[in-house]
Every structure is written in structure tokens, then in C-alpha cells.
């Protein structure tokens, strides 16, 4: 498969985005919405599917932006291509904190697994696909889904992770278990499974959840310290619950209270 060969650079801490360097001609593949910015002389067009090389004609176009939907993901994907003479680059940001990690799939196989919203952007060429779960259990309780997204390849793609990120090299017959969302991405050599914690009290009262994934090796495990789920239920948990006419009644306490301060403060009061 013929991929665009990018130079990029990773900026940024805890908020991280990624440049992308892009020669006359290259172009680059972001999901909807992660762009940052771009120089002059780059041509943003919206595509179905991916832009790969097995997605050209009608029914190859149609297919990819079906695996896209099945995936959770818009149809559409955005293609960045450099249109001037010299080098040109483009951006793209994390949708929240952690870390941006290249990944370049000649050096993994050609393929790569991932979790349904890691993609953030890829070089043109890369293909876009989906994995199935083989377990029925790894499909009901993986915290993931059946379906998972397959990066194919021989080019650079680009994956977000949450917090702090662990590569994970696992031996033949090696294993680890994880909390199911803290898997970002895994090498197609791997065996992923879900396997039951085994005792009814640290399932109901561990806060851990019921289930473990069970990676099994040879292959590449990348792990994430903050799985997106596991912020957004923090913030709704710490997010202030109001009820009934909740707001309307501070609202009118509020302005109850405020108009008797300005009141006292432009009548002179000295209370």
C-alpha cells in the first residue's frame, strides 16, 4: 500500500497536539473536529470513509464510511492535502487530557487495534477499519463493545490516550489483566479476552467493575492511566445535582438578596 511519509512534532504536557509536516502533494487524515490549525496552501476537503487506497470508486467509499458508523464515528472523515509549492503543516488536538502517541504501523505489523475513539489523525494511506470481538464475552462485558477500531497500514497514525500512557511488552503465552477501559490499543498478535474477578464481594464492593480484560501475548499492550469514561463520571459525580425549580428558586433568592444590597449601598444606608 502506497502511504504519505509525514514529519510531525507532539507539543504540549497534559493538553497535547500534534503538527503535522506535510511536503506538495501529501496530505493528512483527521477525525471530525480535531483540527487546530493550518498554514496557507493547505486544501481541506470532507470525504467518505478514509482516503485509503482500497476505498477508491463508488462502493469502496460507501464501505469505509459504513465501518466508520458502525465504529461510533462520523461517515465522514476530513482529508488535509498541501496544495503549494513548499512545506506546509497541520495540527491536530487532543479532545482531552493525556497523551498523543505515534504509532507507526510498518513497525507493528501493519495493524493495530484500538479502542473506538482513540484515531485522532493518521497519514493519507492508512485505512480505517473495524475489528469484531471472537468472545462473546470480550463483545458483552469489554467495555468496549464488540467492535473495535483497526488501523491497517504500513504509514504513521496518530492515537490519543488518557492521563498517563504504558507500553506493555507481553511474551507468548504472557499475561495481563486490566480494567476494561484502560486498554487504548493493542498489536493484532495479542489475545484479548474478559475474564470474571471471581468473588462476588470485590465485584459489588471493590469499585473495580465485575470484569478484567485478559491480553494475552506475543505483542504490544498500550495502556491509559484516565480513560475518558472514567473522567466524564467524575465530573458528573462532582457536578452539582439541583432538582425541581432548583435554579429559578436561587435565582430569585439571588436577586432578592442583591437588590436589597444595591438597594442599602445606593441609599446611602450605613447598616
Sequence with gaps: MSMDVVDYDIRGAEMQFVEVELDPGEAAIGEAGSM???DVGIEMDTIFGDGSKQQSGLFGKLLGAGKRLITGESLFTTIYTNQGTGKRRVAFAAPYPGKILPMNLADLGGTLMCQKDAFLCAARGVSLGIAFQKRLGAGFFGGEGFIMQKLEGDGLAFVHAGGTVVRRELKAGETLLIDTGCVVAFTSGVDFDIQYVGKIK???????????AKVTGPGQVWLQSLPFSRLASRIFAAAPQTGGGGREE?????GLAGGSLL??????SDD
Excluded: K, Q
Aim: glycine share 28%; proline share 0%.
Design 250 to 254: 436561587s435565582s430569585l433568592l439571588g
Design 263 to 268: 438597594g442599602s449601598v445606593l441609599g446611602g
Design 202 to 212: 470485590t465485584a459489588l464492593f471493590g469499585g473495580e467493575g465485575i470484569f478484567l
Design 36 to 38: 487546530m490549525f493550518m
